[in-house]
């Protein structure tokens, strides 16, 4: 076998490695921001995400409901009539309108309200002799205010109602956020493994078809005897574990492109060809300075925090459930009551009213229970929050450890490739020189498969490294630029559009400040 054999293999391993850089070049490639895209696009469960946020949309625009001025139309018929043969009966027909609107400064409500009626009066309604009808018409309108002065009194009351679902709103936002962070990663994931499995699969197929070439020269040797049976036999198991290596890797690689095709909701019998740059430059990263930055930048932090604000005002709120309600209501109500309809209108009949009524139950637990539920749904949130932190933190500390050993991984499989080389450009030219024997060539070219394997690998762990990095910090992942400098920091949300939703919550008509 030539000296030219080491070169030969190393050159194999060197094109399935630089593939992966110069395959962007190549028409029809799939890159990494092509494939997150159609992910984002495509996926079920992004769809469905995207359906949940509409749903928050709604719930959002519903909790506005209660401040926003309402109509109420109704209409009844009664008929009354007293037991007694010679009693009266009476037909009564009425149409009420109300227009009410809630002040959430103050807790209010105003209502203005019409009434219009028909009176159809008979004398024996239901005997044999019957009497004309006697009819009449009445309308009223009125204004009527309603203040609570202990109990469900405002602002705060109210404000808490409208706070509670604007942050129920904003954390449907971040779990969004967070869903498609997530699924975001998962892509990068799946797309780095694909293509290393790719490339690993292309190494294996050179590796068969360099140990059946080997083969076949070692059969030859042995016709010319220059060679024993033995040297034959351990070139056929050489080929035969290539090949075993072959078909498993096959296997993998199939199934991972068709895991990454159900991802993207893509068919499975298409086919996709992937054209991502590696970027396997190390970078460094401060451990202390990116959990700081993790616990103030992880929407799960976010949402606690937000979970745990609306737990203090719904302690408050239960607290003021407890109180007695002292309530004051003011009405005004001018009103006429004439047989012709067009007289009605012309109200002659004046009433005011003015009502302080005060109401407590005693010895209902209901309201204690509610405040107990409240404050131990409270401590709860809190350690919630407190555990959530911790692990945040170990979640940093163990990718940026997985990380820096991926880095010093990588220098070793460097210098493992380098050194497998070497050694096999030793065991060749021993081999042909009659000084070892098959079994050794064998081995070197095995180990320069397994370190050139091996230094692939890790340069693509490294990559997913960093996306697993940025996810754990809470950035925002840029396939594009998969980089850990600080000043590619960016929020997974949007900030200004958090900020108007808080802003149509918390003020309604100029009624109620978020101070």
Known sequence: MKNTCSVYIFVIFL???????????????????????????????????????????????????????RISLSSDTIYSRYASDDAESNVYHQLRTDISKRFALTGATLSLYSNMAYHDESDRFFMEEMHD???????????????????????????????????????????FAKTQQRMILDVIVLYFNTMKQEKLLDVALRSVRDAEMH????????????????????AELQLARQQISLIRSQQNTESLFDTLKLVLNMPL?????????????????????AIKEAVNQRLEIRVLNNEIFMAEQAVKQAFNQRLP????????????????????????????????????????RTDRELWTQSEIQLRKLKNELEHRMRSIEKEVRDEIRHYNALIEASNVSAQSLSIAEKNLELATESYREGLTG???????????????????????????????ILYVLGRKIDPDNLTLEAQSTMPVYDENYIQSVSDSFMTLSGEVSDD
């Not at 602002?155 to 971040?174: C, G, H, M, T």
């Not at 083969?215 to 351990?234: F, H, P, R, W, Y």
């Not at 019998?269 to 300075?289: A, F, G, M, R």
Request: charged share 25%; with cysteine; net charge negative.
């Open 325 to 364: 309600a002292l309530d004051l209501v003011l009405n005004a109500e001018s009103s006429n009551r004439n047989d012709r309809f067009a007289d009605t209108l012309r109200f002659n009949d004046e009433k005011y009213d003015f009502r302080v009524g005060f109401s407590y139950t005693f010895g209902d």
């Open 15 to 69: 094109c399935a490695f630089v593939t992966s850089v110069v395959s962007s070049e190549l028409p029809g490639g799939l890159s990494l921001a092509e494939a997150v895209d159609i992910m984002i696009a495509n996926n079920i469960d992004m769809q469905n995400e995207r359906l949940n946020l509409e749903l928050g949309q709604s719930v959002f625009r519903a909790a506005k409901a209660p401040w926003t001025p």
């Open 215 to 234: 083969q076949q020269n070692t059969q030859i040797k042995l016709e010319e005897g220059l060679v024993a049976q033995m040297d034959v036999s351990q």
């Open 133 to 175: 009808d006697v009819g009449s018409y009445s309308s009223a309108i009125g204004l009527s205010i309603h203040q609570p002065l202990i109990k469900n009194v405002g602002p705060w009351n109210d404000k808490i109602s409208l706070q509670r679902n604007r942050f129920v709103f904003e954390n449907a936002l971040y779990r």
């Open 269 to 289: 019998d298409k086919n996709i060809v992937l054209s991502e740059p590696i970027d396997y430059s190390p970078e460094h990263i401060d451990t202390q300075k």
């Open 438 to 468: 098959n079994l050794d060539l064998i081995k070197a070219q095995d180990d320069l498969i397994t370190a050139g394997t091996s230094y692939y690998s890790d340069v693509i762990d490294l990559a997913i490294a960093k996306a697993r």
